[in-house]
């Protein structure tokens, strides 16, 4: 089984930049989606940027020219650069996989394995 563990979040001052990266340990299927979703109290969760195996890429408008989805397939690791960063991108974020993925998408009932989360705080 595919597992996921985040790393990279804390506390960063507005304008500031993190890098979050999630490592995929166990067998990752070539044809796969993977992204970035974050959730603030109070909120649903929502997409933030995901990629697929080929490297198609999609974004939300709040993440659009601020945040930069990546992966290095070869040690199975996804992550997201976020720079000018503000206080409403507090949140958990959380990363997501699935197999046998079509093309990505930032809906997330379309993930069906989940990260255990990092806390990003932007202040």
């Known amino acids: 089984d595919v597992q996921l563990v985040e790393s990279g979040g804390g506390s960063v001052q507005a304008g500031g930049s993190l890098r979050l990266s999630c490592a995929a340990s166990g067998y990752t299927y070539s044809s796969h989606c993977m992204g970035w979703f974050r959730q603030a109290p109070g909120k649903e969760r929502e997409g933030v940027a995901v990629?697929?195996?080929?490297?198609?890429?999609s974004y939300a408008d709040t993440a659009k020219g601020r945040f930069i989805i990546s992966q290095d397939n070869a040690k199975n690791t996804l992550y997201l650069q976020m720079n000018s960063l503000k206080p409403e991108d507090t949140a958990v974020y959380y990363c997501a996989y699935e197999s046998g993925c079509q093309q990505p998408t930032l809906n997330k009932v379309a993930y069906t394995l989940w990260g255990q989360g990092t806390q990003v705080t932007v202040s």
């Open positions: 990629i697929d195996w080929d490297g198609t890429t």
